[in-house]
């Protein structure tokens, strides 16, 4: 690349902060990137999943005595004992800032693979820019059920999408409708950007196929300063289940505002997003004894696996807080991804692609109650099974499906 | 729809647009005062959150004893902000006004980028304030306790408002100031000083609602965003340069919030609010009781 | 006409020109995408904020809403695209026809507004535009539209490797927005505009010609940008309310213009040109902390410049030109 006094002008810091990576030997290490939001609205998200990230590669790099792939040895043997280094880059949860970021951490950074993204907006033009360059991209926690309907070949999704969790949902319903649990009527909160958007077209869906009655839709807008209105139509209609689609801004907010107006619902089953992070509980935690959420993860499978404990250790040393919905995905991508290129016995893009391609990881090998890590032909693991969390006494119980269940669920919440 | 339902929306849309108020009421002092539109208005009301959430966690202050440690704080911070970067903004030649949304639009930026690297992102809240959390039930129509103190402070602030500016002699010399910032300097009085109390007063208003907003809102660098705008629509929705069209725009976007979202998908509620505007202003270009 | 503005004007042109000849010929010696990609998007913000400033700069009406017509043309140009298989060259004049009528239909009412009246409604006239389209299902509401790309293609103006067509494409813009502005400044529009500015009184008598050419420069300047904003749509070939139709993205068109010198023939670009990469690289290389630090950094910047040369930073070259203006 000639490098003319418009390009110093433009570019000189980049270069010179570039030259002593690129001077890397390439076999030595393996380079990951990471798009996240890590500022403005996402970035507490943002912030968690970079720990969730170090864990993984922690594990990975170093010799760890777990049942994980590449916990045991030094690296990833197939590369020679490779070790993984993360680039991180923000996104500011903006379609075209995320795709410009992808882009240089593809050509500048030379990542061999990408794992994003949170939101499910950037992670359309992300997983777009990756498919131009052929770089594999791994949607750690995007639950936009079209993502991985649009014919790319490099974009794999190993958790479950928003119809997969929905499903796990009324399943969940309707296990608990056969008990003699009163749950015919249904109201539906979400908010109006992509994830609540998503989440409703999905429940709206079931709700009409399995015979439940929706009898309030309240659509409101995320970050709304008062949430007044909306739940005095949420009380007024009263139905047997809550079902809300939240951020945790949100979430806080109407769970107080529920307070102050005196509503208490049956029974909230969530669809987490704010509903499984601990800064929601830590704020009205008091008043959602029983909460019922949908879920990746769950800490309680520690007790039949005790690595799963232990990993949440590690996390909780470096971040503060348990492993939760985002971030075990988070930290299950980095492990399914570096699997995949140890695999592959190479960097190069379209080797890893095939080497996710033909992923076959048991679940039991993974810290998620998943049957197994297995990408169909659109790059979608369908047996990714979603579990429901109920809050009870501090912590999340798992209450479905009756495989992973520790406890039945209280039902009504108290 | 019930007539409880319309009712206790009415309400609680009459308690926010109270706070929404107070919000405002600062920001149209330092308007009426200088011209100046503080962009980083919502930032202010998110550190004065900040403040009182420190204040709690770490020295067990509740909110409501906390108020006035917030509102001086703010009331140091609007008065540095202004004598640092307001002062040199006005000095601009031309298209004062730019000049100053910009350089407070970058202290916005700033405040939230500060106070990610100082609190980090992370959302907080004041968990077992005296207030928080608990509502009085009158005639089956709930009135949580936070927001009503928030709007009997917003009352009775207005009103020490309305007396100070009309009845101090500092008041007399901020109006003066306002509309002759030339000739004041002949009857002694420092132009700078002026502003700057001017300032510190607005910020320290802000710091109240801040205060009473942390026993009840979640707490994080951008929660300022979302009132921010409602707080320069209700200000020009009463009419630049009045305090009392603050006031009374602040009950009117919070009755209209809360009627809109009865009527339209609630996600539409804030349109509404801007109709209303655009409505007042096209039938009465100053607002309703805009002087300027 | 005296002699000396005619040189002027003249000298302007070639300036232009020489600039536009430079610019052309960058990106065949930088190939780095990343550095592309900050070229594109400062020419883009350039040509946006050139074309705001024609309204806000040189009318002196304040939009702060001009998110509006960005995202009108960025929806128009992707619906009848993916919709009805439109292709982006007619959608994007169909989104500039749209935005034009438009800005005059809120012109009329809004133009009686004083300054910050008039900004806010600004404001929430494009809030309520982001709001209907996050609420309408056709429009794809918050789910947002993806352009398929199937391979390149001039007619579809879609290209999945090179960006030099983007370049070039947004190169162009910002030469018609600044032509545009050039040529406004010489015409009767642009007389009245100064008449106004240096003798507000004036304005009452002027009344109704000062409004019409209010009109007028509201409807180019929202052209332009919803030509910007259709560029937008197929440069990252997926767009949704808020990265279109946002309030930042108002104020982002603005900031360059105020930077740089509002009201200024070159401003708009000059601002563009320092705060685009500025935004990009502290966020590339200060962001990935996670910590703000980016944040600050940029607002401080905004800060520093809006300080020290209120009038833009075009003062600094005009003072050492010796033109006067």
Redesign the interface.
Known sequence: MTITRRDVLLGAAATAALMPLAARAQTSEVVIGATYPLSGAGAQVGVDAQRAFETAVDIINNDQDFDLPLAKGLGLPGLGGAKIRLVYADTQGDPQKGRAEAERLITQEKVCAILGSYQSAVAVTISQICERYQTPFLSADNSSPSLHRRGLKYYFRASPHDEMFSAGMFDFLDAMKKKGAKAETLALFHEDTIFGTDSANAQTKLATERGYKIVADIKYRANSPSLSAEVQQLKAANADVLLPSSYTTDGILLVKTMAELGYKPNAIVAQAAGFSEKALYDAVGDKLEGAITRGSFSLDLAAKRPMVGKINDLFKAKSGKDLNDNTSRQFMAMIIMADAINRAKSTDGEKIRDALAATEMSGEQTIMPWKRVKFDEMGQNNDADPVLLQYVGGKFVTIFPSQAAVADAIWPMK | MTAETIIQSLASGLLMGLLYGLIAVGLALIFGLMDVVNFAHGEFLMLAMYVTFFLFTFFAIDPLLSAPLAAAALFVLGAVVYLVIVRFAMRAKANVGMVQIFATFGLAIVMRGLAQLFFTADYRSVPNSWLGGKTISVAGIFLPQPQLFGALVAIAAFGGLYLFINRTDFGRALEATREDPGAVALVGIDKNRVFALGWGLGAALVGLAGAIMASFFYIYPDVGASFALIAYVTVALGGFGSVFGAFAGGIIVGLVEATTALVLPPSLKSVGIYAVYLLVVFIRPRGLFGSM | MDKSFTERRRRELLVAACLTVAAAL?PL???????Q???I?TLMFGALSQSWNILSGYCGQ?SLGHALYFGLGAYTTTLLFTKFGVPPWFGMLAGGAISALIALALGY?CF??????F???T???A??GL??I??WEWAG????I?MP?RGDSWLKFQF??SKLPYFYFALALACVAWFVTWWLEDSKWGYWWRAVKDNPDAAQSLGVVVFDSKMGAAAVSAFLVAVGGSF?AMY?????P??VMG?QFS?LM??PA??GG??TLWGPLLGAVILI?LT??T???I??????????????????I??AR??GLIGLFSRRKGASR
Do not use: C, T, W
């Open positions: 960058v010696f930088v190939k780095n995408p990343n550095v990609n900050i070229m998007l304040i009412p009686r507004l004083g300054g910050h009246y900004a806010i409604a404001i929430v006239i809030e309520i709001l209907l996050q609420n509401a918050a789910l947002g993806e790309v999945a490797r937008y990252v070939s997926y767009i949704d808020g990265s309030f104020l603005a900031l105020v930077l509002i009201g990469p990009e690289l966020r590339s290389y962001g990935g902390s996670g910590r703000g630090v980016d944040l600050i950094v940029y607002g401080s910047l905004i800060v520093v809006a300080l209120p009038e």
